[in-house]
Antibody, heavy 120, light 108 residues
């Protein structure tokens, strides 16, 4: 069965960088993209971007352009999301999710979420 | 940037029909997807490709679209359907995806 297992919760100081991992299993990693979504406390879901499992191509949401990098390691079936210059409002749960493409592409399989707290 | 607009809240009594709307300029050409999120849990897909229901999702959940609006309908809403619901779709250039702001459904 498809599983996405994310790295553990983190506490970061403002200005620091964050790197969350998402290890995939139960499917051929290169056949699907990975999307990153975050959710600030009490807020809605926010699409951060997408990275191809096949060739590493990516699209980022405008809000994160220049501050986020999404990568993959096909040898370990792992996707990574790095966010730099952290601010307090980056405090959120960060999810990875795997694409399924039918009419368009959408998200069916989700990681368990990684809670990131940014505080001095 | 592209936006999907949902009402912040919808409230119904048990057994009534709940309708949650999602409006976006690209919806006539792009599919809408709906997610249910209960407190402390990851989102769960309840409708895909505008109106299809994944296996395991109760038949009372249905989806439809008309022009720039997508609608999630829950017929005979149950207390266990209380959750936040999010629509999800793609912009017209197919490069950026977006969630609606979310709708809190109260069933009481």
């Amino acid at each position: 069965q498809v599983q996405l297992v994310q790295s553990g919760d983190e506490v970061k100081k403002p200005g620091a960088s964050l790197k969350v991992s998402c290890k995939a299993s139960g499917y051929n990693f290169i056949n699907y993209g990975i999307t990153w979504v975050r959710q600030a406390p009490g807020q809605g879901l926010e699409w951060m971007g997408w990275v191809s499992g096949y060739n590493g191509s990516r699209n980022y949401a405008q809000n994160f352009q220049g501050r986020v990098t999404m990568t993959t390691d096909t040898s370990t079936s792992t996707a990574y999301m790095e966010l730099r210059s952290l601010k307090s409002d980056d405090t959120a749960i960060y999810y990875c999710a795997r694409d399924v493409c039918g009419g368009d592409c959408y998200l069916v399989y989700w990681g368990q979420g990684t809670l990131v707290t940014v505080s001095s | 940037s592209y936006e999907l607009t949902q009402p912040p809240s919808v409230s119904v009594s048990p057994g009534q029909t709940a309708r949650i709307t999602c409006s976006g300029d690209a919806l006539p050409k792009k599919y809408a997807y709906w997610y249910q999120q209960k407190s402390g849990q990851a989102p769960v897909l309840v409708i895909y490709d505008d109106s299809k229901r994944p296996s395991g999702i109760p038949e009372r959940f249905s989806g439809s679209t008309s022009g720039t609006m997508a609608t999630l309908t829950i017929r005979g809403a149950q207390v266990e359907d209380e959750a936040d619901y999010y629509c999800y779709s793609t912009d017209s250039s197919n490069t950026h995806r977006v969630f609606g702001g979310g709708t809190k459904l109260t069933v009481l």
